[in-house]
């Protein structure tokens, strides 16, 4: 939705980024496993605890190493986290 | 007597009623005859009808792509405060709906009002952002009407038009005009500053060419400044309505431009998805009315240089004007619009 990509473009430079074919994209079953492997949130409604997987904006830091496109949120959010150049250590 | 079976459909209105096969052909016939005829468009080919007919001659509650051609799925107004808050609605779209991409809007919808309180509507989309995964758009309309007396200050050129003071009209909406670019510039740059994936300009030329207008300039604008940020155009309708009738984009004349010739526009202008509409005629059947969209559409989407999301939604792309669409009539536009225009999402 950044890129103004098409969609055959779009889902094959996804499928690419993720080692699966276009139409795994749109498999559940396929996809819960790859997210989960590679950490990029799941639907996670019927599994009560999953405290190491990675959630919401943990989750987009890894879609954007993934699919190495910048994502606003996740660019804000190291802009606005204070690191120890900044706390005077 | 007819001894044709009689399949279940929808009318515009949302009316169940009963047609035969070759009744449902003729109202696609007819559908891209009017389309022809008005948007200067080529009718769709012989074997385009003929699966539109087998999706719509069907007594089948539900209808789908193809496995593997499912699209992208954009909305305009997700999260509306229906259950709880608007970021655990949206947190609801996600997890539960598997949307794939949600939509913060304030609930008045227009970038006028929330001009006056993009300090907390910043706030809600820096906390939406933290909670979700999927992309998270702004959304809300030009809304050119609000500049305009007794809602706003330049003259209504809605009550001048009709005492035939055309000038004063005009020149009322070349006043507002830039009015309206610089509040949908000034919310979407915060919007992008707070972390947002995109904004949508929903329903954009509702008051006609000046508000396409002022959307395209603000688009434009937008870009220059939020280089990273996705873009959304939504139409309001198949055609862009001369309310003014002069005023231009890059050199083009606004009113009366089809969607092929606004999704240049509009992609010209830094749009990163385009939404074109066609409106429902309620007193035609849902068949009559699919076929109208498509063939409208099919140019645009042939011509397409950014992904074209078509609205497909209550009024709109075929479905019934009602206030909860039968998902009998939503799939069947939604499987029509991705089988026969190939279109980028809905």
């Known amino acids: 939705m950044t890129q103004g990509m098409r969609l055959p473009e779009a889902k094959a430079f996804v499928a690419e980024k993720l080692g699966v074919s276009p139409a795994d994209l749109s498999d559940p079953v396929i996809m819960h496993e790859i997210r989960e492997k590679l950490g990029l949130g799941r639907i996670t409604t019927f599994e009560i605890s999953h405290p190491t997987q990675a959630v919401a904006i943990e989750s987009k830091f890894n879609v954007e190493e993934v699919l190495g496109v910048p994502v606003n949120s996740v660019r804000r959010f190291e802009e606005r986290r204070i690191g120890p150049a900044q706390r005077g250590r | ?346």
């Not at chain 2, 870009?223 to 002069?246: A, D, K, Q, T, W």
């Not at chain 2, 609205?311 to 029509?336: F, I």
């Open chain 2, 1 to 346: 007597m007819n001894s044709e079976s009689r399949f279940p459909t929808r009318m515009g209105d949302g009316e169940l009623v009963r047609m035969t096969r070759s009744e449902i052909r003729a109202d696609l016939e007819a559908g891209v005859e009017v389309a022809v005829r008005r948007a200067k468009v080529p009718p769709l080919a012989e074997d385009e009808l003929e699966h539109l007919l087998d999706i719509y001659a069907s007594p089948a509650r539900f209808t789908g792509v193809d496995i593997g051609s499912e699209v992208v799925l954009s909305f305009d107004g997700s999260g509306m405060k229906t259950i709880a808050s608007r970021r655990e609605d949206l947190q609801i779209y996600e997890q539960w709906f598997g949307a794939d991409t949600i939509e913060l809007h304030h609930v008045d919808y227009s970038f006028k009002p929330v001009k006056a309180i993009v300090p907390f509507e910043a706030q809600e989309m820096h906390d939406v952002l933290l909670r979700t995964v999927a992309p998270v758009q702004y959304g809300a309309q030009p809304n050119l009407g609000l500049y305009s007396r007794p809602d706003g200050p330049v003259p209504n050129w809605s009550e001048l038009l009709p005492l035939g003071r055309i000038a004063e009209a005009r020149a009322a909406q070349e006043e507002a005009v830039p009015m309206a670019v610089k509040d949908m510039v000034y919310v979407c740059e915060a919007m992008w500053e707070a972390g947002a994936d995109g904004v949508d300009f929903d329903t954009s030329a509702a008051a006609g060419d000046a508000d396409f207008q002022a959307a395209l300039l603000a688009v434009e604008e937008v870009r220059r400044r939020c280089p990273g940020l996705g873009i959304e155009i939504g139409m309001s309708g198949e055609f862009v309505l001369g309310m003014h009738g002069e005023v231009e984009y890059d050199g083009v004349r606004l009113a009366g431009l089809w969607p092929a010739d606004q999704m240049r526009l509009a992609a010209k202008a830094g749009a990163t998805i385009f939404g074109p509409v066609v409106n429902v005629n309620a007193s035609k059947s849902c068949a009559w009315n699919i076929a109208r969209t498509c063939a409208i559409v099919k140019p645009c989407v042939e011509q397409a240089t950014i992904p074209i999301h078509i609205n497909v939604g209550m009024g709109v792309g075929a479905v019934c004007m009602t206030k909860y669409p039968p998902v009998d009539a939503v799939s069947r536009a939604s499987r029509a619009c991705v089988d026969i225009l190939k279109v980028d999402g809905l």
